[in-house]
């Protein structure tokens, strides 16, 4: 059973109050982050007990694209680490034959991960938990569903796009200094 953690409701506290926009927003963050975490320590508690997956294991394989290799540079940007940090659960989920490591045939310097069709089969099954067990968005109606689907979508949209511009700032200012 996850752990009792007593989660702060902000519109409760300002229910009565005008809120700023510098308060709504902190809310909805917190709120975002506190559901993320409750979700993340429910799903990792799953995949170790149903399907034999360290936390590490389930959110590297959940980064990965079935459909194309992924550099391991970016499964490393993706998870928010150092690339020679990525090297030892890649190494598991190699072991474990759920991605092979390929040379990228475009520059041979890069190592590419691939899943494999037994990492295909993994994700399914995290497919399958996640679809069936999510008490957070089961508790919304199929509208409430479809809403929040759609604002996530756009709020990513958005977290993309900025991530996009300073990666872009950091290159032109990497190139004026040269």
């Known amino acids: 059973m996850l752990e009792d953690v007593n989660y ?3 519109s409760a506290k300002l229910e009565n109050m005008a809120r700023t926009e510098k308060e709504q927003l902190a809310g909805i963050a917190q709120q975002v982050m506190d559901v993320s975490m409750w979700m993340a320590r429910h799903y990792n508690m799953r995949f170790a007990n149903e399907l034999g997956l360290t936390d590490t294991q389930a959110r590297s394989l959940l980064q990965l694209d079935p459909d194309r290799p992924v550099p391991t540079r ?5 998870l928010g680490c150092d690339p020679s940090n ?21 520059d041979r310097r890069v190592k590419t991960l691939v899943v494999t069709a037994a990492g295909r089969k993994k994700l399914a099954q ?5 679809g069936t067990d999510s008490p957070p968005l089961q508790a919304l109606t ?3 569903r479809d809403t929040l689907e759609k604002l996530l979508g756009k709020a ?21 200094k040269m």
């Open 74 to 78: 970016a499964l490393a940007s993706m």
């Open 8 to 10: 702060r409701d902000p």
């Open 86 to 106: 990525v090297t030892p659960f890649v190494d598991r989920l190699e072991k474990a034959g759920l991605v092979e490591r390929q040379i990228d045939p475009h």
């Open 142 to 144: 199929e509208t409430e």
């Open 156 to 176: 990513w949209t958005a977290a993309k796009d900025y991530e996009a511009e300073m990666c872009a700032q950091v290159q032109a200012r990497t190139r004026a």
């Open 126 to 130: 995290m497919d399958d938990i996640r």
